[in-house]
């Protein structure tokens, strides 16, 4: 079952059925991904143009390369960092901002790095993948935030050293090769499959672990609202697919969701 696509508003029935939907669940979890952020000017790394057809993936994203050559990190990270930094929330992130106000939305796991949900006022964000907002000593696990980061590494300019004793700052992105943070994984599952409905934004469901968050919830009895660009492999899954940018559709589900509870 599915809704329009492109840059067409989802259809009345669909709006309507997502929004009852919502009503009708007690616990509901989002899970997003790259498409979310898309829309505010963060290119997907995998997409043409994206950051890995820049920089091979094997040479500066994964932890072995990091411990070796610390330096390559900081050169794509002066790319990088002013492209988060300088994007900003998009309706779609605020739509699940305001999910939870509502009492809705009991948190958004996230696949992105971008800080963008806590931006638009999520307060129960669990980031997968990490951030690039925080970074720690590879010694002696002293925390240094965003600004600190820039100062130590001039920019991106050259290697992040802590001040203390020397040791390599490593940025709190997961790289490949690394894990995920077990207790953010663990806490993921276990909301995954305790709600009674997923909405998953903007998420190609190809990344393992979180491609197989939707499967717990369905597994458990849940329903899957699903609002992506284009179809994935898991689309048998869902009981509503939404084919169209997430800035455009969820917000209409959000009012819709506020008129049937007379919230104006």
């Known amino acids: 079952m599915s809704c329009s696509a492109g840059d067409v508003m989802v259809d009345e029935d669909s709006v309507r059925r997502a929004a009852q939907m919502i009503l ?3 616990q509901v979890v989002a899970l997003t991904g790259a498409g ?4 505010s000017g963060i290119p997907d790394f995998r997409s043409p143009g994206g950051l890995w057809t820049k920089y091979d993936p094997l040479l500066y994203g994964t932890y072995e390369s990091f411990v070796n050559h610390p330096e390559r990190f900081w050169e794509m990270a002066r790319e990088l960092n ?5 994007a900003e929330p998009n309706p779609a992130h605020y739509a699940l901002a305001e999910l ?3 009492g809705k939305c009991r948190a958004v796991i996230t696949q992105n790095i971008d800080h963008l949900h806590q931006r638009a006022g999520s307060t129960q964000v669990l980031e997968l993948h990490g951030t690039h907002r925080t970074g720690h000593c590879m010694r002696c696990n002293r925390v240094f935030g965003l600004e600190e980061l820039k100062e130590l590494s001039d920019h991106g ?3 992040a050293y802590c001040p203390d ?3 390599v700052i490593k940025p709190d992105v997961v790289f490949f090769g690394e894990p995920l943070d077990s207790r953010v994984l663990a806490r993921a599952a276990e909301l995954a499959s305790t709600s009674d409905l997923m ?3 903007g998420c190609s469901l190809e990344v393992y672990p979180a491609a197989a968050l939707p499967e717990y919830t369905k597994r458990n009895g849940g329903r899957l609202i699903f609002f992506n660009t284009v179809s994935t492999y898991q689309d048998h899954l869902a009981d509503l ?8 559709n969820l917000p209409a589900v959000v009012e819709a969701y506020k008129k049937l509870v007379g919230v104006f």
């Open 82 to 86: 002013p492209t988060l930094e300088n």
């Open 36 to 39: 979310i952020s898309t829309e």
């Open 165 to 167: 004793d020397g040791a």
């Open 157 to 159: 300019n050259r290697v």
């Open 24 to 26: 009708d669940s007690v």
């Open 100 to 102: 939870e106000r509502l």
């Open 241 to 248: 697919i939404c084919l169209g940018r997430a800035g455009q």
């Open 199 to 201: 909405l998953v934004v």
